[in-house]
């Protein structure tokens, strides 16, 4: 039988559903931290390496100050997520403020903070120094176009509205070294729970060979490329993990022959993932309202699209766990859905599972990033709680559930006669 293993027990959970009623998502401090070090240890063969969390993943501070006390940055993408930042203590060349479509008012917080900003337009140069002016540092994104094949969940580099052309790239570090910037970093993201180890090492050639290029010809100091996120993990039980060593030693090796060999040494090399941080240390627990049995037998449970909303989307796997029922054989079919009013509410869609009762508790595996992050209120739908599971099996609610007053806190009923 397929199985994924689980880091608590049934009687631990329905202990936590006692002080806090499903649904919320519940993460593995433990294996949060066990899988931080273990990409440390493999990447410590990569000059200057460092790992930029990628906020938009799991923004929550609870979860960022692990990771900050493991010597990682933070990268950050919006206002929120800066000072979601800057609460947990996380400021100036610790956070990596990778946006797109930028306002002024970000750009201006990120250097208040002292952020590396990283741009996304050639048009941004002019703009962040009108708005913000420009700092001593600047990062760009590249876009590689054509020259390399995104992978299914980021689609085609060409077709992305990310990033500056490799035209592009050359015209503006001119630009800024003549404005006066002392340093630089080049970026790129191209895909998006990538499984392939080669993807990101032929990523980190690229952009290798594409430093040393602008050097020569602007002659032009790098201090970091920045891989950017993406590294897969394996949702699917028959799926291996992807090795950060074999990632880290291709990277290597890419870096002796591009970087050393061009004596453009001490150049560093960053990271900034989400998925592969927390992804598989996060569990979306739910309890089996109904059981309905029309065309097909579809399991109701607490939890919607709102809490997850990767299978409505992407039609993503995500496994799932009856809870006490783990080895019983998966003798039924069934949809299992949420309560939304959109027919593509549903976590899972002909999953072999045990027969399922209601009240039945239901884990749903590796929501730990781009699960609670990406909820939202259709429907009237609350977002759920989020509790850390320490690694002596204690827990901490570490973001309460939302309740209708704060749904309605934006509306004013009062003037409801005005109109
Ligand atoms: C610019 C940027 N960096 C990093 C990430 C993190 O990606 P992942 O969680 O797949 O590692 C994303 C994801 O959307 C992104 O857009």
Redesign the pocket.
């Known amino acids: 039988m397929v199985s994924k293993e689980l880091p608590f027990t049934e009687e631990k959970i329905k202990e936590i559903i006692a002080k806090h009623p499903t649904p919320f998502h519940i993460y593995d401090r433990k294996n949060i931290l066990e899988n931080s070090r273990k990409l440390k240890e493999a990447f410590s063969i990569v000059n200057g390496f460092r790992e930029y969390f ?1 906020v ?2 799991l923004p929550n501070p609870y979860i960022m100050k692990i990771l900050k006390k493991e010597g990682f940055g933070a ?1 950050c ?1 919006s206002m929120a997520e800066l000072v979601l930042a800057e609460k947990t203590g996380i400021v100036g060349k610790d956070i990596m403020f ?1 946006s797109n479509d930028t306002p002024a008012e970000e750009f201006i917080k990120a250097k208040e903070l002292g952020a590396i900003i990283n741009l996304d337009d050639i048009s941004h140069i002019e703009y962040l120094e009108k708005t913000a002016g420009l700092p001593e540092i600047v990062c760009c994104r590249y876009n590689p176009g054509s020259l390399k094949k995104g992978n299914t969940l980021i689609g085609n580099p060409e077709e992305a509205k990310y990033g500056f052309t490799r035209e592009q790239l050359f015209e503006g570090y001119k630009l800024m070294k003549e404005k006066g910037v002392k340093k630089f970093g080049l970026h790129t ?1 191209v895909a ?2 990538e499984l392939e180890p080669d993807y990101f090492v032929e990523t980190a050639r690229i952009l290798f060979e594409l430093a040393a290029d602008l050097s020569k010809e602007l002659g032009i100091e790098f201090e970091f490329v920045n891989l ?4 897969g993990i394996p949702y699917r039980p028959d799926q291996e993990p992807v090795s950060y060593e074999k990632i880290a030693e291709g990277v290597r090796e890419a870096y002796d022959e591009n970087i050393t060999a061009n004596s453009l040494y001490p150049l560093k090399v960053y990271l ?5 941080i927390t992804g598989p240390y996060g569990y979306l627990v739910t309890t089996v309202r109904h059981l309905k049995h029309i065309y097909k037998d579809y399991v109701g449970t607490d939890a919607s699209m709102a809490n997850l909303m990767r299978p409505g989307i992407y039609g993503a796997y995500h496994h799932i766990t009856v809870l006490g029922k783990e080895n019983e054989e998966p003798t039924h079919l069934y949809d299992v859905t949420g309560s939304l009013c959109e027919n593509n509410d549903k976590f899972a869609i002909d999953r072999l599972l045990p027969k399922v009762e209601r009240g039945d508790i239901l884990v749903i595996h590796d929501t730990g ?2 699960g609670h992050a990406m909820g939202f209120n259709y429907n009237g739908k609350l977002r759920s709680a989020e509790i850390l599971l320490n690694e002596d099996k204690s827990f901490m609610e570490i973001r309460r559930a939302e309740t209708l007053e704060d749904y309605f806190a934006t509306l004013d009923f009062d003037n409801l006669d005005k109109v």
């Open positions: 990628a938009k993943a990268d993408s990778s993201m998006s729970n950017g996120g993406g590294i900034e993932c989400g998925r592969v990033a781009h």
